[in-house]
């Protein structure tokens, strides 16, 4: 498995950033079409305010995979027509260059110049009435290496070391397309194979920890679902979480040369009116502490 990172680590392109530099790494949303299989849609509002304030301060965003439900939607045009307040937001991001977007098994048929300017390089208005450009020219990469004084800081989904849905991805979508998503329509629960896998989770994270430890080097994933943020050194692996808990979206701020695990909720003020909070799970840590 650590073979398959090397290659990928090598392939990366670079972006160096400095303690002026403000990054939000999210991934897993699986955005869909608002339907009842949308496992995305709970948390649609919370996700929108989120950008809303990393865009209003700054932020680039990063996203890191699994952005789009593009396995069990066939139309995909259909997802930004369901989410094109979300997406007119994202806009924002490209057009003032602070949007870098990373594909992952769910979304993989991103890498595929023809499908990304078919379907995000532009979005029909239906006040309008005619199409307008969303993401001109969009290159959505594999993997990206972030460059901090002398350390490297590599962003990958992480699918790559699942053969499953990495080399068979094709089969799993298939699986997921036509056999799972008219299985959740009479009810049964969402299926993610790796999140609802504690052994299949358990060992990517190993591998992903013995690459960070062997390489002295931070890697950051997501694919897992699980959040993680390493404590007293014992591993330079960090996952940013997902969008689709049932209570919010967790994700990694990257700010004035510290990194945090955050998570967005819903809250209840005093005056009984419905908020969305920003919770700081684990405190920001100086980078140059983890080597």
């Known amino acids: 498995m650590n073979k398959e990172l090397d290659q ?3 392939r990366s392109k670079r972006l160096t950033i400095d303690d002026k530099t403000k990054i939000v790494i999210m991934s897993d949303c699986h955005r869909g079409t608002g339907n009842k299989q949308d496992n995305f849609l709970k948390n649609k509002n919370i996700f929108i305010s989120a950008l809303l304030y990393y865009y209003n301060r700054g932020f680039t965003y ?22 094109l307040n979300l997406f007119k937001q994202l806009k924002k ?10 594909y992952g098994n769910h979304d993989m048929v991103k890498k595929n110049k023809f499908i990304l300017e078919k379907n995000f390089y532009k979005y029909y208005d239906k006040l309008t009435k005619k199409n307008e450009l969303l993401f001109k020219e969009l290159i959505v990469q594999e993997s990206l290496i972030l460059s901090y ?13 699942d053969f499953i849905n990495s080399k068979l991805w094709y089969l799993s979508r298939f699986f997921v397309r036509h056999i799972w998503k008219p299985l959740e329509k009479i009810g049964l629960k969402a299926l993610t194979s790796s999140p609802k896998n504690y052994k299949v989770s358990s ?15 931070i890697i950051i994933t997501g694919h897992t679902h699980r959040p993680v943020f390493p404590q007293n050194n014992q591993s330079l692996y960090f996952n940013d979480g997902s969008c689709i ?27 009984e009116l419905i908020t969305t909070n920003r919770r700081i799970l684990e405190q920001s840590k100086p980078i140059s502490n983890f080597f």
């Open 8 to 10: 990928v680590y090598k």
């Open 62 to 83: 990063i996203e890191l995979g699994d952005g789009d439900e593009m396995w069990e939607v066939s139309k995909y045009q259909d997802i930004i027509t369901a989410n």
């Open 203 to 217: 060992k990517l994270e190993k591998s992903f920890k013995t690459w960070s430890i062997k390489n002295n080097k």
């Open 245 to 271: 808990y049932p209570n919010g979206i967790t994700c990694l701020e990257i700010n004035n040369g510290n990194i945090s695990l955050v998570k967005w909720e819903k809250n209840t003020n005093k005056d």
């Open 93 to 102: 991001f490209y057009t003032s260059n602070r949007l870098i977007m990373i």
């Open 149 to 161: 004084k002398s350390h490297d800081i590599f962003l990958i989904h992480g699918h790559q070391i």
